[in-house]
């Protein structure tokens, strides 16, 4: 009697049927361990089925662990001995929220919480259609070359096209100034190894990204906070700590800061590029919202031309965040450096992925793409501006755009009371302290526009009030 | 007088002629720079095309830099102001040999150069059809989740499918202590950040992994070489080295070892973990050419179960170098540990890739991509062996697989000599020194087999004889 039983009109493929039945069998026992299975011949002509799409069921039976194949004595049937996870990955309310909690609570966030401050967009805003056109293509195009490593600077067309658009905001490269990376994460963590050293002392500003205070932690170099206003980092107070603290270097966020959603003014930019030459640090200007933004203000980049500026970029917020390409650019022997600190580090980055973002990028479809989230992302800015203070919430600033706005309840003096309460609500709205370099309590926390319309936060901060 | 042709019978598609036509036109300067480009209305109307087509093509204009998009003001031609590479990224010739040459003549190599010892595969060795089937069911299969961040430990099912991999190795392990990283590169580099400090002494392999020692060196951390025999690292140097310099941890490369192609016996293994145990050092063992092997023969961490051994791998070497995917097995506290460095230094890995390799993996099209790979490479070893013997070199051992044969030739005290003969004759044999730590000098060179039957390489070969 077949235990297995083939059907020519289920949707699953022959192959599919036979893994997915066998599996079955031995997952439940029904097959023992250890036993023979049947050969290749006679399941074939028992089914009445060719032995080519037998022998590729009992491949991918081999491949997942079910079958081992035996030289000359056909397959045995040997049940994988492995086991579920064990536990959830990051439980929120076991730990203590810092900067890793953000972290970890942010990427390995439970499905069943509203990521309300997480940098994350819900899934029907993101245009998928954008990567399966892009992995389309590039399946059609792919030859040898996609089966060797890429060039360690990235590749080169896309390269090329960042040029372009780099010249869009008015910045000045040449081919060898553009350096591809994992992320814009991988372009900091170069920057630190390659010319930053244990002890040296650099102006983050106050409040900032939550992942460069972990990793400078984590290369013992020791942030210097610079508050951050409206228009920009606090220039005053920066001249004096830069005064005390002889920074190596700044990281700066000019364009839909985060958290604060807040852009810096171009005689701000004027002036913390003279202040930076009068102390004589460099600036690494983070610029990952840039196609949030639509408006081509002028940049550090722009005033500067990459003489003491690197400017970093990434596709992961507009395009794809599976996708891990990110961009430096600055002066040709700091990029060459930054290179081969990349290739030691990492080699090369990911080929496929760096194509996929060409592919998106060299075709119409990504321009429209990132104006109807620009849009969408207008309107989210304008209603959750509203409502919060319709609720008795201050706004740090009305954002020219991006997905972030810096709150504060009136009557709430520490935002970790409302991280407590939403996490009792099913609801993660990180404290404001996590975006800060001394995890300092602080009133203000960040929401994402994106879920302002959701039912359960409207509610949950309507309670705040009561 | 329309100035671009459209053709039906084109192999091109419509939008393809029309933004390869006007940027030759822009580029050749036949269309000036700043000029107004007709609207698209009127040139489909010109063209008998419909818009739709037009507005596709000035959208794949305006992403690639040709064209300007003004509101309410129609498209501008601008031409790019970019310019070509100014120079080629690495020439052989002009660098000293060290590690960081090593490196970047392995990875941005002339094309006109056999790269005779890089661990690189000719073209055509290479499986295109493993990626390019993956692409196209990843492209099928894509949803929203591929927009977003993976999971920080890297793709689930892809994890499932290593611990059945590892049990095959009879290395057994939960989900939680097998981290995705991208490549063998940064899992080595994860340990270093995690796990060790400025100071620190390591011990290494002597010859071993260029790109080991130039990490160590970034990282401040002082290695220990240990010298590699036929079967394995030599363990009574081991022990005394272990007593003078107190190592917190060794990199040893079990099986297949790169550069030698030695492998480790089982009774070295076992000796190993007690000389561990005894000096209280971790070890890092590196299996990336594991699929090349094919015999099972025990691992470190098979002995072990992972309580005193990081097991490192990797698919860049037997599916495609173009996708980063590696792999770090150990103890679930220290991989936690490591997946938080991670994530501060990467967020995740690229998802895309890690899905690919799922794909491929999960078919049974790769272990008969890998057997054949295993096949040629065992031919081409032979014919290595036999014919370097023939010429008057010696072998290191005669590996059980892999790419790598280590030689000598009898009457050349300083494999420099042959480099740079070889580099006259536009052949790339890295001096063997490359791959020891301190870039002493050596006889011993590497070659991978599966150039050994390029005339231009046998003839430079035989003629070293004269």
């Known amino acids: 009697m077949a235990l297995v039983r083939i059907s020519g009109s289920s949707e699953l493929s022959l192959v599919e049927q036979i893994v997915g039945q066998m599996k079955q069998l031995i997952d439940n026992g029904v097959v023992r361990n250890g036993s023979r299975a049947v050969s290749i011949r006679c399941f074939a002509r028992d089914h009445k089925i060719s032995a080519h799409t037998v022998a590729e069921a009992y491949a991918r039976l081999v491949a997942h662990g079910y079958y081992q194949s035996r030289p000359r004595s056909g397959f045995f049937v040997s049940r994988p001995q492995v086991y579920a996870h064990s536990s959830d990955a990051a439980e929120d309310g076991a730990m203590e929220p810092d900067h890793l909690w953000q972290l970890r609570s942010h990427f390995t966030m439970r ?24 992995m389309k293509s590039l399946a059609a195009k792919a030859d040898t070359s996609l089966a060797q490593y890429g060039d360690p600077y990235g590749y080169a067309p896309l390269r090329g096209l960042l040029q372009t658009r780099l010249l869009g905001l008015g910045i000045h490269t040449q081919p060898e100034q553009i350096l591809l990376t994992s992320g814009a994460t991988q372009a900091a963590d170069l920057v630190m190894r390659c010319f930053l ?11 900032g990204y939550f992942n460069l205070f972990s990793n400078l932690h984590l290369h013992g170099i020791r942030p210097v906070p610079v508050p951050r206003k409206a228009d920009g980092p606090d220039l005053d107070m ?35 590029l003279k202040l930076a030459e009068q102390h004589d640090f460099r600036i690494v200007e983070n610029d990952v919202y840039c196609d949030m933004l639509g408006l081509t203000l002028p940049r550090l980049a722009t005033l500067d031309q990459l003489a003491r500026v690197f400017y970093v970029g990434s596709f992961s917020k507009t395009l ?25 580090a990492s080699i090369t980055g990911s080929q496929v992925d760096e194509r996929l973002v060409y592919h998106a990028l060299s075709e ?16 989210a800015l304008q209603m959750a501006g509203d409502m919060l203070e319709e609720q008795g919430f201050e706004i740090f600033c009305r954002p020219l755009g991006g997905k972030f706005v810096w709150a504060r309840h009136l009557q709430i003096d520490d935002s970790e009371d409302i991280w407590r309460r939403a996490a009792q609500a099913g609801i993660l709205i990180a404290p404001g302290k996590v975006f800060r370099n001394h995890l300092q309590a602080t009133p203000w926390f960040r929401l994402n526009v994106a879920y302002c ?8 901060l309507r309670g705040l009030r009561a």
């Not at 319309?453 to 949950?460: I, K, R």
């Open 320 to 344: 794809s965040s599976a996708t891990r390409v990110g961009f430096i650019a600055g002066a040709a022997q700091f990029v060459d450096e930054l290179c081969s600190h990349k290739m030691v």
């Open 453 to 460: 319309t959701e039912p359960a936060l409207l509610n949950f």
């Open 111 to 134: 499905h069943d919480r509203l990521g309300a401050s997480s940098g994350r967009m819900p899934s029907d805003w993101l245009d998928i259609d954008l990567i399966r056109s892009g």
């Open 364 to 379: 119409g479809q990504y321009r429209r793409s990132v104006e109807r989230m620009r849009y969408r992302l207008a309107n």
């Open 238 to 272: 920066l001249d004096a700590l830069a005064r005390e603290h002889r920074p190596a270097m700044m990281f700066v966020q000019s364009m839909l800061h985060a958290p604060t959603g807040s852009s810096l003014s171009p005689a701000n930019a004027h002036r913390l």
């Open 197 to 207: 050293k244990r002890g040296d002392r650099v102006l983050v500003e106050d409040p």
